[in-house]
């Protein structure tokens, strides 16, 4: 087995060379990275971007002075004439690009680690991803455990926890729920075998999202491993670099702007696993609930289950059809559709979610009112640390 890293990059002479100075103190050598710097080649002409294909251009420059004890190759997408055309571009055409070229020169029981170019990491990550491939062959992909190290910049530090909270709040009511799409997607944490790209056609090439697309993909053919010994740490700083994730998430909370990323009620999740409690009966009738009639609007059909009834040779079929309908993309969309309509803050939200996420009694703090911005620093790191606990041992748990 050999490991392929592959690293899309945007202007990021300040970052990569700290994420490749990890990937030189690696215990193991058996691994080669390719990095495309990229951006549109219509920025060549532009008065404000063209600042950026200037600094693509130094890190190139960088890049080809450097002398690591890994292999690397860099796909230029940045220099004139080179770039990406004024429609397809952006990290997903990166990325897509990145795994086409490895694709070449893998074999299928080879693995590739996706990542950003701010991400850090230890000395055994490379490691410790084989030796995870290795103990569980079943699993397609990893979503691999993350976490943001705190800045020293309280704004991003107050932002990137109150993010995290977020995403480990949806993480763990999906697992409380069991429903199999209880992956976090961060383009950083992700590692997948060769043969799966091949399956799966490859990645998405979206300007933003190609990696949440992925994992929905790659969850539709098996479940994908949530758990590794080693973890991530992406950093926590604003970028406009995409349209949603962490960098814009972290730019709208500084602003007091957290409506893209709300703190979803348990009740919203637990509609959810009453509907997956009815597959088994759907598969023999109609059954109405609000669920249901968000996938029919969402498909724009009221005949959204006699197909798949048909096309399913038994009820294992059907229920694997159920949830390729209401995959994460719809239920993400339901919790956002249906989060406003509860007239709950986002304080309300977490009091109440709490004490069905963790098994520790509620900090004083949140049993009665509070609000975000009046939380110490030091407040939001704790409850940070509770889901994170709690979501680790959770991923430990369904190790198989």
């Known amino acids: 087995m050999k490991a392929f890293v592959a690293i899309p990059a945007l202007d990021e002479l300040d970052f990569l060379p700290r994420t490749l100075q990890c990937l030189q103190h690696q215990n193991r050598s058996d691994f080669e990275v390719h990095i495309c710097v990229n951006q549109p080649d219509g920025w060549w002409k532009d008065g404000e971007k063209r600042v950026i294909c200037e600094k693509n251009q130094k890190l190139i420059a960088f890049l080809l002075r450097q002398n690591y004890s890994f292999p690397l190759f860099l796909i230029d997408k940045s220099s004139p004439g080179c770039g990406w055309n004024d429609k397809d571009y952006g990290v997903g055409w990166a990325r897509k690009t990145l795994f086409e070229s490895i694709l070449t020169k893998a074999n299928d029981d080879d693995i590739l680690i996706s990542m950003d170019a701010d991400t850090t ?7 410790s991803l084989m030796t995870t491939f290795d103990a569980h062959p079943q699993w397609p992909a990893v979503a691999v455990p993350y976490y943001h190290k705190l800045t020293g910049n309280e704004v991003a530090d107050r932002a990137i926890l109150r993010y995290e909270i977020y995403m480990r709040n949806c993480f763990l009511n999906l697992c409380r729920i069991g429903s199999p799409y209880n992956f976090t997607a961060i383009g950083s944490a992700i590692a997948l075998k060769i043969k799966t790209i091949k399956k799966i056609n490859g990645i998405t090439p979206l300007k933003s999202g190609e990696d949440f697309y992925l994992l929905q993909k790659i969850r539709k053919m098996a479940p994908v491993g949530l758990w590794n010994s080693e973890m991530v740490f992406p950093a926590a700083r604003f ?8 960098g814009p998430a972290l730019i709208k909370g500084s602003r007091g702007l957290w409506d893209s990323y709300p703190i979803y009620h348990f009740s919203l999740f637990d509609e959810i696993k009453s509907n997956y409690e009815l597959i088994d009966k759907l598969y023999q009738e109609d059954i109405n609930t609000k669920f249901i009639a968000f996938l029919k609007s969402q498909f724009k059909t009221d005949d959204l ?32 559709l249906e989060q406003p309509k509860l007239s709950l803050t986002d304080e309300q939200s977490l009091r109440e979610n709490y004490p069905l996420l963790t098994n520790d009694p509620m900090p004083e703090y949140l049993k009665n009112d509070f609000s975000f911005e009046k939380l110490s620093l030091d407040q939001l790191q704790e409850i940070r640390e509770k889901l994170f606990e709690e ?4 991923r430990q748990r369904v190790i198989g």
């Open 239 to 246: 970028s406009e670099r995409v349209s949603f994730g962490t």
């Open 121 to 127: 990491f230890g000395e055994h990550y490379v490691a």
């Open 305 to 336: 289950w006699a197909p798949l009834r048909k096309n399913s040779k038994d009820l294992p079929h059907f229920r694997q059809a159920f949830h390729e309908k209401a995959d994460a993309l719809r239920i993400l969309q339901f919790c956002k």
């Open 391 to 394: 979501e680790n041992t959770f």
